[in-house]
Structures are given as C-alpha cells and as structure tokens.
T-cell receptor, first 113, second 112 residues
Framework: GAGVSQSPSNKVTEKGKDVELRCDPI?????LYWYRQSLGQGLEFLIY????????KSGLPSDRFSAERTGGSVSTLTIQRTQQEDSAVYLC???????????FGSGTRLTVV | KQEVTQIPAALSVPEGENLVLNCSFT??????LQWFRQDPGKGLTSLLL?????REQTSGRLNASLDKSSGRSTLYIAASQPGDSATYLC???????????FGKGTRLSVIA
C-alpha cells in the first residue's frame, strides 16, 4: 500500500483480556518496528523485525507482550492479560532498507478499563 | 546508551517568526538523524532525514542541521504559520540495524 496501515485505530478492552494489534507495512519494506507512546511520555521501542533475521525483542516490557511477522509482511502485536498500564498508543513503522528513514502508521490507541 | 534531549519542551510564537528547535544526543557515533512531526492524536510524519555524512537537509521552509561531533541537531522553521503547530520529534539511529531513539519532543504553538 501507499503507507503503513494499522488496525484497529482505537481499541477499548477490559483488564485481563488479550488484544491483537495489526500492522501492514509498506510493500517491499524489509524492516518493521513497534513503538509505544504513553501519555506525556516519549516513544518507547518494543520490537524490531529485519527480513528473515531473528527479531530484536529487547524492548518488550514483559512476557505478556509478543509479536510476529508473517511472510515478511504483516505484523501482529499481542498483549495478553492486559493491564491498565498497557494503555497507550502503539505505533508501527517500516523502512525500505538500512539507512533509510522510517514511515510510521497512524497508530492504535489502546485503552484498558 | 544513547539518550536524546529536546529543548525547549514547549514553545509558543506569533505567526511569521523564524524559530529553532534543538536536539542533542549523548553518543555522537550515529548512523542518521530524523525529524518528525506529530499532530494531536495522530501518528508521526517524517520531515527530514540526515545521514551521518551530511551536515544539513532542507525541505521548503524547514532546514535541519547536524553537528555530529558536538552531538547536536537543529530544526529551523522559517516564517512560521499556525499550521506548523504540532509536536516535533528528533530521533537518532546508531546503526542501520538498531531502532530509532527518540527525544520527548518540542510542542510548538504558532499563534495567528
């Protein structure tokens, strides 16, 4: 597609439920990143996929968070047993290759009640 | 560990003024630096990308400079307009395979 697409744009869930957030990167982009932006905070790196390499999961805040990227394209970020502190905007970005700039999606606003 | 700082945190200027936003980073061995704009409730829009070998990039009324040795970048906005009101984020990448490290942004308000 023309840009990075994220769905849903908004998600309200009850504490303890699992949620899945989806990211469709720009076609042909080999690098994909997930970030989290909490109210009043900067962007926090979560996970990075590069081609067929093992993902860099160093930013995942707990084992309740996981992500996969199928076929080198679409990525899904899963949060299990959601907590109120998980409420944030989850942003996905992709990049064509090393050294190129990032293109961000519009994000998914997650609210845990 | 790379840390990125943006000063000021917020800035309010009258329409038509030229202004400078500052970004500093602790590890000068960067691969590139990127400036983004974020409107309230929206994602990030890339403004300018400066590779480590470059000293500046220009796009319209925007000019970004990079001084790697001192760990600084500035974003210059000429003849500011109310539509420029947004949060401006600076981010650096230490290598081609590492994630961007972001500052907390400067929230700009341009008053008509």
């Amino acid at each position: 597609g023309a840009g990075v697409s994220q769905s849903p744009s908004n998600k309200v869930t009850e504490k303890g439920k699992d949620v899945e957030l989806r990211c469709d990167p720009i076609s042909g982009h080999t690098a994909l990143y997930w970030y989290r932006q909490s109210l009043g905070q900067g962007l926090e790196f979560l996970i990075y996929f590069q081609g067929n390499s093992a993902p860099d999961k160093s930013g995942l805040p707990s084992d309740r968070f996981s992500a996969e990227r199928t076929g080198g394209s679409v990525s899904t970020l899963t949060i299990q047993r959601t907590q109120q502190e998980d409420s944030a905007v989850y942003l996905c970005a992709s990049s064509l290759r090393r050294g190129n700039g990032y293109t961000f999606g519009s994000g998914t606003r997650l609210t845990v009640v | 560990k790379q840390e990125v700082t943006q000063i000021p945190a917020a800035l309010s200027v009258p329409e038509g003024e030229n202004l400078v936003l500052n970004c500093s980073f602790t590890d000068s061995a960067i691969y590139n630096l990127q400036w983004f704009r974020q409107d309230p409730g929206k994602g990030l829009t890339s403004l300018l990308l400066i590779q480590s070998s470059q000293r500046e990039q220009t796009s319209g009324r925007l000019n970004a400079s990079l001084d790697k040795s001192s760990g600084r970048s500035t974003l210059y906005i000429a003849a500011s307009q109310p539509g420029d009101s947004a949060t401006y984020l600076c981010a650096v990448q230490n290598s081609g395979n590492t994630p961007l490290v972001f500052g907390k942004g400067t929230r700009l308000s341009v008053i008509a």
